[in-house]
């Protein structure tokens, strides 16, 4: 069973609409997490952690289940430049052992 | 360098060649991260090294693959006797060992 598992879409929203992914990851174990956004095959970038609590930053909000072991990211009001794959990462209790989804591919549509 | 460095950029060998791809991680930062993406997207975890020792292996495929972090070096992923599913992205990635991962612009393995 993989550590994280990712539904790859692809997902297809228009200019201004809402858009949630989940992610779910398989070891309770599991201490940190983590959203990544990779345009075109180009390297992965941080786009924002996810706490316990839900945490915010502009249109993205990202929240963390433990009891059901699932993360989400909601983007609101989609822009154009949202369009690319977005990788969920969970960190292990060991530190410093990244496990990867396979990426959710967002295409916004004008 | 205030960058993770991968080269060469693109890389293409004939089945059966070896193929040698490099990292420079970020000054300071003792953690080295490999990973393979194919064209399904999938980031695959190969292996990571703590300063010059290995740190977890458990991705990589032990029979043609090997990797090298050594002082005063690049990293280097080798592979041996390439195949056509070796095909893929190569990324690098290096960490201070607070949880922040910086990737370097990877490294294209064409096998033809």
């Known amino acids: 069973r993989k550590e994280v598992e990712q539904d790859p879409g692809p997902f297809n929203v228009p200019e201004g609409a809402t858009v949630a992914f ?17 345009d075109c095959r180009k390297e992965p970038k941080l786009l924002m952690s ?8 502009g249109r ?33 209790n060991t530190g410093n052992q990244f496990y ?11 | 360098g205030e960058e993770v460095a991968q080269t060469p950029k693109h890389l293409v060998r004939g089945e059966g060649q070896k193929a040698k791809l490099y990292c420079a991680p970020i000054k300071g930062h003792s ?8 064209l399904k997207n999938e980031f695959k975890f190969l292996i990571s090294f703590q300063n010059e ?14 990797a090298k972090c050594l002082p005063n070096s690049p990293c280097s992923l080798e592979i041996q006797a390439t195949k056509l599913e070796d095909s893929a992205v190569y990324f690098c990635a290096s960490s201070q060992g607070d949880e922040k991962l910086f990737f370097g612009s990877g490294t294209q393995l064409s096998v033809l």
Do not use: H
Not at chain 1, 80 to 88: E, K, P, V, W
Not at chain 1, 100 to 110: D, E, H
Not at chain 2, 31 to 38: D, H, L, N, P
């Open chain 1, 22 to 38: 989940n992610c779910t990851y398989s070891n309770s174990a599991s201490q940190s997490f983590f959203w990544y956004r990779q």
């Open chain 1, 50 to 57: 996810v706490y316990s609590s839900g945490n915010e930053d």
């Open chain 1, 60 to 92: 993205f909000t990202a929240q963390l289940n433990r009891a059901s072991q699932y993360i989400s990211l909601l983007i609101r009001d989609s822009k154009l430049s949202d369009s690319a794959t977005y990788l969920c990462v969970v960190i292990l």
């Open chain 1, 100 to 110: 990867f989804g396979t990426g959710t591919s967002l295409t916004v549509i004008p």
């Open chain 2, 31 to 38: 953690y080295v991260f490999w990973y393979q993406q194919v």
């Open chain 2, 53 to 66: 020792n290995v740190f977890d292996e458990t991705g990589m495929p032990k029979e043609r693959f090997s």
